[in-house]
C-alpha cells in the first residue's frame, strides 16, 4: 500500500508539478458521501415516480396495451442509471475534478499530465465506476499499484490527487501594477482564444513560483508569457511589463471573463 504517494511530472508548458496521490482511505470516505447525496436524491425520486406511476399505469394500460407498466419501469430504471454516472460527470467536469465528496475530503481528478479533467474522462471514469466495485476490483487496483488507478483511472488517463498540496491564500498573490493591467489586457488581448487548460497551467505557475529558484521561475514565466501571446494574439507587451505581472493579469482577465 502506498501511503502518500507523491507524482512529479512537467505539462506541455513544461510546468514542473508535484502532487500527493489520494489513497483508499481518503477515495473511500469520498464515495460513502457521494453515495450517501445519491441515494437521498434517488429516494426523493423514486417517491416522485412511483406517485406518477400511480396515475398513469392504469391509462397507459388501457391505451398501450399490457406491456406499458413494463415500459415505464425500464425508464425508471435508465433514468436511476443516467442520474448515478451524471452525478459524477457533472460534479467532476464542472467543479474541477471534484464532486460534493471530493470537495469535501480535498482530493480532485486531473489528467495524468497535470490538466483539468473534461467531459470524456468523467464519462469514462463514471461508466467503468461498477465494473471497478465489482469484487472490489478497484480498492484492490488502488491499494496496489504505484499511482493508485483504478480500471476508470486507467482509461481515462486520469489521478487522484490531494487538493491541498498547495496553500492558495498564502501562495498566490496578485501586484498592483497587474490589477491595473488587466483592465487594459481585457481591451487590447483576445481572451476568448484562451482554454481552460491554459488558464489552469498559468494558475499552477503563479501558486508555485515561490518555491522555484531565480533562473528557473525567470526561464519559466518568460515561456509562458510567449506562449500566451501566441493564444491571444498579443505580439508586443505595451510599456515595461514583466513576465510575472503580464501572467498576473491574464489570470484576473481571464476570471472576469468567466463571471
Same mark, same amino acid.
Given at each position: 500500500m502506498h501511503l502518500f504517494n507523491r507524482i512529479k511530472f512537467t505539462t506541455p508548458e513544461s510546468v514542473e508539478i508535484e502532487f500527493? !496521490?489520494?489513497?483508499i482511505g481518503s477515495r473511500a470516505l469520498v464515495l460513502m458521501i457521494d453515495y450517501l447525496i445519491l441515494a437521498? /436524491? !434517488?429516494?426523493i425520486l423514486a417517491l416522485i415516480w412511483s406517485f406518477i406511476f400511480q396515475q398513469i399505469t392504469d391509462l397507459?394500460?388501457?391505451i398501450f396495451g399490457s406491456n406499458?407498466? !413494463?415500459?415505464? =419501469?425500464? =425508464?425508471?430504471?435508465l433514468s436511476f442509471f443516467f442520474i448515478y454516472t451524471g452525478y459524477f460527470v457533472l460534479f467532476e467536469t464542472l467543479w474541477q475534478g471534484q464532486t460534493p465528496g471530493?470537495? =469535501?475530503a480535498k482530493i480532485r481528478v486531473m489528467r495524468d499530465d497535470g490538466r483539468p479533467v473534461g467531459l470524456q474522462q468523467s464519462a469514462l471514469r463514471a461508466l467503468l465506476r461498477p465494473l471497478d466495485e465489482s469484487l472490489f476490483i478497484g480498492a484492490f487496483l488502488i491499494t496496489f499499484s504505484n499511482r493508485e488507478?483504478?480500471?476508470?483511472?486507467?482509461?481515462a488517463e486520469t489521478i487522484v490527487i490531494r487538493?491541498?498540496?498547495?496553500d492558495k491564500s498564502s501562495?498566490? /498573490?496578485i501586484s498592483e501594477a497587474a490589477k491595473s493591467f488587466h483592465i487594459q489586457l481585457q481591451r487590447i488581448a483576445n481572451l476568448s482564444s484562451l482554454l481552460h487548460d491554459n488558464f489552469a497551467i498559468i494558475r499552477e505557475y503563479l501558486l508555485r513560483r515561490n518555491g522555484m529558484s531565480t533562473k528557473a521561475k525567470i526561464a519559466l514565466s518568460l515561456k509562458l508569457t510567449q506562449q500566451v501571446q501566441s493564444i491571444i494574439n498579443l505580439e508586443i507587451l505595451p510599456g515595461n511589463i514583466a513576465s510575472d505581472i503580464f501572467l498576473e493579469a491574464v489570470y484576473l482577465a481571464y476570471q472576469n471573463s468567466e463571471l
Open positions: 500527493t !496521490l489520494a489513497g437521498f /436524491t !434517488l429516494v397507459g394500460v388501457s406499458f407498466g !413494463l415500459w415505464l =419501469i425500464a =425508464i425508471s430504471l471530493k470537495r =469535501i488507478k483504478r480500471l476508470g483511472d486507467l482509461a487538493a491541498e498540496t498547495v501562495s498566490l /498573490t
